[in-house]
């Protein structure tokens, strides 16, 4: 099959599985995320943790990968990375972020804005302790974002560390850790027929969430 413009016109899908009402949306966007994810595990769906991370550089050009999310409470939406990489970079330079989970699935999708804090160093510390001893080593192994000659520069280093760590503690570097996303807008997403989807915003204003209805 030849991909093309006129293949990719017509690739679309009608969704119908689910509504969206406003009165069955907690008046806590945070909580009513929590009870989505539920429905997302519920259902089994492949990692429903992965989410899309948008940043930006310092004139604005936009940035985008997949992460996964570590915890979420009132205060917002954690991650953790290498503090050097690109991301890293770009947050320190411009500390706010966008989040965006999709679950196909469900036909669900939820978008998230606001601005990024580094986690402390005792929360990440204990996360990195907690992780499977090979991605520890990897963690320190990789020189994420920079130019590397080859696979086997990767791997020979993962295999020196590893030989050197056997047995003992990996601390975490100083160059890995924590960030946590405090929202100031969230919004539901839920796929309708004719693309008359429901979208259920909340915006953060002088301490509360005020909630709203959005056109698709």
């Known amino acids: 099959m030849q991909v093309n413009n006129e293949f990719l016109q017509n690739l679309r899908q009608d969704y119908k599985s689910a509504t969206l009402d406003e009165s069955e949306v907690d008046d806590n966007p945070i909580n009513q995320f929590k009870k989505w994810f539920d429905h997302a ?49 770009e947050l320190k330079r411009n500390p706010y972020a966008a989040l965006v989970f999709f679950w196909p699935e469900l036909e669900r999708q939820v978008r998230i804005e606001g601005t990024v804090e580094k986690l402390d160093k005792e929360t990440s510390e204990a996360y990195f302790d907690s992780r499977p001893v090979a991605s520890q080593i990897g963690a320190i192994a990789s020189p994420q974002s ?12 993962f295999e020196e560390l590893q030989s050197s760590a056997k047995d003992k503690k990996i601390a975490k570097p100083a160059h890995w850790g924590g960030y946590i996303v405090k929202p100031t807008r969230i919004e539901f997403w839920q796929g309708r027929r004719s693309r008359l989807h429901d979208r259920i915003n909340f915006e953060l204003s002088k301490g509360s969430w005020v909630k709203s209805r959005l056109a698709p």
């Open 41 to 89: 595990i519920e259902a089994q769906l492949y990692e429903p943790n992965v989410m899309t991370l948008a940043t930006a550089d310092k004139v604005g050009r936009p940035d985008a990968r997949i992460v996964l999310l570590k915890g979420v409470d009132d205060d917002g939406f954690r991650f953790f990375t290498n503090y050097l990489s690109a991301k890293g970079k």
């Open 146 to 157: 920079q130019v590397i000659p080859n696979r086997a520069f990767l791997e020979e280093k």
